[in-house]
């Protein structure tokens, strides 16, 4: 059966650690094991991202390089899933996606999952916007009036190499407020793993994730309350969005979490 790839990276394109934190969940709640590296003396800039050393258990001295990891996850049924984390290269980015291309093919993926979390004027208070496309193939024109035009980073340039290549390529990002960007955001990895799951068979644990983000949430509002700057203005963004709708209130939305909701109590039964 071939693999599901799952990729994530620090940095620019990680605001509140969301992307990087889906791959860090799956890996503590499925059976985890290395299966390769990409290694970061060709594409790391190491006064960026700087080797750390620390003393393991045996009271030796390890340097840890700011590698890319390449992780095997076992869960409980369906295909594999192999994962790809680390910091964003500074340099060659083209020969760094090749390299990680090269090592997805060992492991017989055919499809990817590409994580990204962009800063954003989202409240906290309402659910994070999702945005989930395929990527079409580079050669192939596309259609919109409304595609993104700017600055984008290495999870765009692996997408669109790992579509090229004829793997099934699905690019996720997620919206995080910018004046809470600084934290961890348990809320916008839940909602980068809630478009995952509708990709991988197996139920994701959650419950720890889900009471971790209502946690956050609560402790926004309390920074809120103690700012009466920050109050208005997330009241002002709550406005905004709440006349836009989101395409969480949607009714197509809506059908599907319900259809997930049947799918997870049928097979729980």
Known sequence: MSRIAITAFSGWNDAGE???????HLHEVWPTRPA???DAEEFIDFQVN??????????????????????LVTPPRGPEIVTVMGPEPSLRWKRFCDEVLEQLQALDVSSVIALGALLADSPHSRPLPVSAHVEPVPAEPVKGSELYTGPIGVPTILARRTASAGLRTTSIWVQVPHYVSQNFSPKAVLGLMR??????????PLDE???????WERGVDELARTDEDVAEYVARLERAQDAAGLPEASGDAIAREFEQFLRRRRESE
């Open 50 to 71: 700087r080797p750390e050393i620390h003393t393991t258990e045996d009271g030796l001295r390890v340097v840890d390089w700011p590698d890319t990891r390449v992780h």
């Open 36 to 38: 390769g590296a990409v």
């Open 18 to 24: 969301a992307a990087t934190g889906v791959i860090e």
């Open 209 to 215: 994730l889900i009471e971790d983000a209502e946690a």
């Open 195 to 204: 478009e995952v799951q509708d990709l991988v068979s197996a139920p994701i």
